[in-house]
């Protein structure tokens, strides 16, 4: 990578700082009470067997600057799977540098070596920096699709029907 | 399950069954067009080793009715996996019975034994019968996020920067 940084895949050792990115992004994005998650979770589910979901750490001057945590979906009009960036996050003091961007390519990199067929990531309304950033590298809004979620007492609820 | 109809896991011999009802939802939602996976593709990422994609079909009177294929997504937040739900179809011929129910409520028991915090799935915009029917069931729209996708050439043009 260009500039005086670099990104690298996180290790088990990492488990404290993605746990402290994870809630820097979440204060960023206004949803630091939406977090219930322990350093114990992402431990569990990054670095225990037959893992899931992976995270990429960036570095500038040897000091973590930010992450990208991500999982594989699947497109069966492609028949192929993707990359579904679930976040994404440069800490406030290292922006402006391109470690958001080479976090990106880090990804993009692995995505046309691995043979999906995208990256996919879901960005807030409101947050038009990011948009435009994303929108000049390339990738295209969804604006016809919304995402629907079930969760908590709805979910219970559906589960325990006949 | 209720009614004249039952969900199973699907299996290796399903292979083309599933290839057709990917073909038919891509009809219903007016896609055929981005089809270009093929039942190879199919049987490789469904039935391969360690799959990362499953699939779940409806039968009613002994005849396929319809699928749901589904994969793990995960939340930081929440520090758990959740289900992603790609595909949920029910051939027109077997509809207004409680299949497409039949097949989520399935999944939501799913998402509750594994301790995954919720199931989710993405809706066009266009399709209100399917948005009345997911709201009927407790599932709430995240009207304030939109998906990025960064896909073909710009994907290949994002990989190939240093």
């Known amino acids: 990578m260009s500039g005086g940084f670099s990104t690298r895949t996180a290790k088990p050792s990492d488990r404290d700082l993605i746990f402290a990115l994870i809630r820097e992004l979440a204060a960023y ?8 998650a322990t ?7 990054l670095f225990g067997p037959s893992p899931r ?3 990429d750490i960036a570095e500038a001057g040897g000091k973590p600057a930010g992450f990208a945590l991500w999982f594989y979906n699947y497109s069966t009009f492609r028949g192929r799977h993707g990359i579904y960036l679930e976040d994404l996050f ?14 990106l ?38 604006d016809e699709w919304t995402i629907f979620r079930l969760s908590d007492a709805a979910l219970r609820n559906l589960a325990a029907r006949e």
Chains 1, 2 share one sequence.
Do not use: H, T
């Open 105 to 142: 390519v880090n990804l993009a990199k692995r995505a046309v070596a691995e043979n999906c067929s995208r990256v996919e990531w879901s960005v807030l309304d409101w947050n038009e920096p990011s948009i435009a950033f994303y929108k000049s590298l390339g990738a295209k809004p969804m």
């Open 29 to 36: 994005e206004r949803l630091l009470d939406e977090v219930d």
């Open 53 to 55: 979901v992976f995270c």
């Open 90 to 103: 440069v800490r406030p003091e290292f922006r402006g540098q391109g470690i958001g961007k080479a976090l």
């Open 39 to 45: 350093a114990n979770d992402i431990e569990r589910d």
